[in-house]
């Protein structure tokens, strides 16, 4: 079987297994776990088939027209080039890590059949854009992924929050794919061809037209979808959904198709050094305003979420200096421990009956509840933070060391301003990332007081995945190496400054708020009853979404039983590190009520202006062209009395008018 044979039954057999599962879900449910998890495994053998024999050699290119269309062709086109191999076994691996995992922790859940099913659909449609080498073909994929998040985000549609997050990660979505629709169309009336391979080549000759418009359209739509600042927002509301889904759409689809597209289309970008510009600033104000921002988050899936768009940011940031190389070998790297962070969050809650950090900073002994994922986490926490030797201080570094070049000028593909920028926002972003990080792992499996509950071991399902995915947790950044064709052939191995800077920054955010967090936990008993009435007085919000946390639909789905959340005061050192910023950075600095000033409430004021000159105005002209017919009706309905004689009357009184009307009328001419 040939390579692109192999290529097209990697998306395709994750398509066939979500129209099977969603027609057999009630009618055979027995075949729905089959049919969630084969396809899936078998795409992401199929995928690593295929990166075996690409080789990170010449890109494989195969083309086929779809449709004529009289000027810019469709072509339903492969493009395998050694970014494509990788990033598809990325998306196999998760997906069917994400499909096991899911029969375990959503087996009592009546919506499992639709949900194993999107699932699948939303990795063939991921699939489908990491393979396609046609814009127009690589638009159905990114599209059908928006409207998956759409319905997995939303899978407790009971809840209000449910609904309102997967409405939120439609609308802004679209928001951004208005602007990237109008710019692939302008790219392609520039090249000619949506044909990636054909547009790099127009490129290449200086053939495009408007470089920087084209590139800030793409911009926005890559804002959106892999959520950089400012459409960032709707990625920690989307923490609403199930854990599982989390996991997927963090680690390998949806907010990775953004990053991934830049980087196969990185010479339309490069081509405006001013676009470069505005990526860097995009990248540097997405990676420090997202660290700050988990700092200050009580729920653990909120501060991982805020930690993926800061991950995302350092990727937006290689892009940003020319460096493809270096983001996709960080997309990666992050995919493995991002999804082994998610899918441990999920035994934590699991276990634990919350997923609020000030609930779980009030138990004792959780680490040993569940130590499979208190070891994994523990080391994806760590690869999170780019400890030495952890796979996230290899694919960060590349990063830095990209920029670097950059900023020192070794680099001219992009300004060195770009560089600058990067690099700054890199290594305080690495101070922050090593704080939230270890605040998390303090603040869930070092707490003190009422014994965590103990319901035995999690599932194999559950805890197999977690220690699968700790294995690239660990050894995926010594690949870098032999991997080096797959990534253009160039050096991604960290240099002296950057190693000295981002792990420096990183030992010293994880040592400070190590050292705030025993400083806060050795007050707290001291803690004089009033000074405490007031602490709570003040963190209401705080406790009003621990509160909350606990009280979720999937806490209720996913849980043995529901355990009250444990009241009183938590140590919490990212209060103390963010002082009076720390209310503002829970609130994502109040991003959401800007859009509701800017944009929500005028809108809702137009809505209701056009609804009045509706119903007032047009709706007048409406009725009024009704009314006129209705009342000559009623006139002529009057004369119609039904009398003979009155008729015969009527008919000689008109002769006779007529009569005289014809005499008048005679005379006059006559005279004239």
């Not at 760590?382 to 830095?400: D, H, M, N, Q, T």
């Not at 005028?602 to 009704?626: Q, S």
């Not at 009184?653 to 005499?663: E, K, M, Y």
Request: charge should be neutral; aromatic fraction near 8%; include cysteine.
């Amino acid at each position: 079987m040939s390579t692109t044979t192999l290529a097209v039954l990697v998306p395709l057999l994750p398509f066939l297994g979500a129209v099977a599962g969603l027609l057999l879900g009630r009618t055979a449910p027995g075949f729905v776990r089959p049919l969630a998890l084969l396809p899936t495994l078998a795409a992401a053998v199929l995928a690593v088939l295929v990166a075996v024999r690409q080789g990170g050699g010449k890109a494989i290119d195969t083309v086929t027209e779809l449709t004529p269309t009289g000027s810019v062709p469709i072509e339903l086109s492969l493009h395998l080039d050694g970014f494509a191999a990788l990033v598809a076994v990325l998306v196999g691996v998760v997906a069917t890590c994400v499909q096991l995992y899911s029969t375990a922790y959503l087996r009592e859940d009546p919506r499992y059949p639709s949900y194993a099913a999107l699932v699948s659909l939303f990795t063939s449609a991921m699939l489908l854009v990491v393979y396609s080498g046609d814009l127009m073909v690589l638009l159905v994929g990114w599209e059908i992924m928006g409207i998956c998040s759409y319905f997995l985000v939303g899978h407790y549609w009971e809840t209000e929050a449910a609904r309102s997050a997967s409405l939120k990660a439609f609308l802004v979505t679209k928001l951004g794919d208005v602007p990237f629709l109008i710019g692939l169309f302008a790219l392609a009336a520039d090249a000619g061809s949506f044909r990636i391979t054909k547009i790099l080549g127009t490129v290449a000759a200086g053939g495009l037209d408007h470089p920087t418009l084209i590139a800030l359209l793409l911009l926005a739509g890559v804002a959106g979808k892999s959520a950089q600042f400012p459409l960032h927002s709707w990625l920690p509301d989307a923490m609403a959904g199930p854990t599982p889904v989390s996991a997927l759409i963090h680690a390998a689809t949806m907010v990775a198709a953004g990053v991934y597209f830049i980087a196969r289309l990185l010479p339309v970008f490069t081509a405006s050094r001013a676009a470069l510009v505005v990526m860097a600033v995009m990248a540097a104000v997405t990676m420090v305003g997202s660290g700050l921002a988990a700092l200050a988050q009580d729920d653990i899936k909120r501060v991982l979420a805020y930690s993926t768009v800061g991950q995302l940011g350092y990727m937006t940031g290689a892009l940003a200096v020319g460096d493809r190389g270096a983001a996709v070998f960080h997309l990666l790297s992050h995919g493995a421990f991002k999804a082994l962070l998610f899918l441990g969050a999920g035994v934590i809650i699991h276990a634990a009956g919350t997923n609020s950090l000030a609930a779980m900073s009030r138990m004792d002994g959780l680490a040993k509840r569940i130590p499979d994922a208190f070891w994994t986490m523990t080391i994806a926490l760590l690869a999170l933070a780019a400890i030495p030797p952890f796979a996230g201080f290899f694919s960060k570094e590349a990063v830095l060391v990209a920029a670097e070049h950059t900023a020192t000028g070794h680099e001219q593909l992009a300004p060195a301003a770009a560089g600058w920028v990067v690099l700054t926002a890199g290594v305080l972003t690495a101070l922050l990332t090593a704080a939230y990080a270890a605040r998390l792992w303090l603040m869930a499996f070092r707490g003190r007081g009422a014994a965590a509950p103990d319901h035995g071991r999690e599932p194999l399902a559950m805890t197999g995945v977690l220690w699968l995915l700790a294995i690239p947790s660990i050894g995926f950044g010594l690949a870098a190496g032999p991997l080096a064709d797959w990534f253009d052939g160039r050096e991604l191995s960290p240099t002296v400054t950057t190693s000295v800077l981002g792990t420096g920054a990183a030992v010293l955010g994880a040592v400070l708020t190590y050292a705030l967090w025993q400083r806060a936990t050795a007050r707290l008993p001291a803690a004089p009853a009033v000074a405490v009435a007031a602490a709570d007085s003040a963190d209401s919000a705080a406790s009003a979404a621990a509160e909350s946390a606990a009280e979720t639909p999937e806490v209720a789905e996913v849980t043995h039983e529901h355990p009250a959340v444990p009241s009183g005061p938590a140590p919490d050192p990212g209060r103390v590190l963010l002082g009076p910023l720390h209310r503002h950075a829970a609130d994502g600095f109040h991003l959401d009520a800007v859009y509701d000033r800017l944009f929500v409430r005028p809108v809702r004021a137009a809505a209701v202006l056009v609804r009045f000159l509706d119903r007032e105005v047009v709706d007048t002209y409406v009725r009024g062209a009704g009314t006129g017919p209705r009342l000559l009706g009623s006139l002529v309905r009057r004369a119609q009395t039904g009398n003979v004689q009155s008729y015969l009357s009527a008919l000689l009184a008109g002769a006779v008018v007529l009569a005289i009307a014809t005499a008048v009328l005679a005379n006059v001419n006559a005279g004239s």
